[in-house]
């Protein structure tokens, strides 16, 4: 079983930036694939950023590449978002995930936060 819980999340104006944590309880932590996803209001739950259990590979959405950054810290059972340049289509509410191997797919996760609200204002 693995708990996660996100923070960083607020308001900022476009073009500022934030990051988001996610720490995650049980000694398992390592074993999983991170990913964050974000939902807005009205629309589908959307993949946003992935890394693999060592932090050697990460995967983006075309919409955020070159703009956010995912990293973990194992020892500290924590995945963070970097999130740089941030547009108004950025607001939504951002989750954390595990899965048990590399995947785009909501329906693949197993464990998820319970969110975290970022509103971009312009």
């Known amino acids: 079983q693995v708990q996660l819980v996100e923070s960083g999340g607020g308001l900022v104006q476009a073009g500022g930036s934030l990051r988001l944590s996610c720490v995650a309880s049980?000694?398992?932590?390592?074993?999983?694939?991170m990913g964050w996803f974000r939902q807005a209001p009205g629309k589908e739950r959307e993949f946003v950023a992935a890394i693999s259990w060592t932090g050697d590979r990460t995967y983006y959405a075309d919409s955020v590449k070159g703009r956010f950054t995912i990293s973990r810290d194992n020892a500290k059972n924590t995945v963070y978002l970097q999130m740089n340049s941030l547009k108004p289509e950025d607001t939504a509410v951002y989750y954390c995930?595990?899965?048990?191997?590399?995947?785009?797919?909501?329906?693949?996760?197993?464990?998820w936060g319970q969110g975290t609200q970022v509103t971009v204002s312009s």
């Open positions: 995930a595990a899965a048990k191997y590399t995947t785009r797919a909501p329906d693949d996760y197993d464990y």
């Open positions: 049980g000694r398992t932590f390592s074993r999983y694939v």
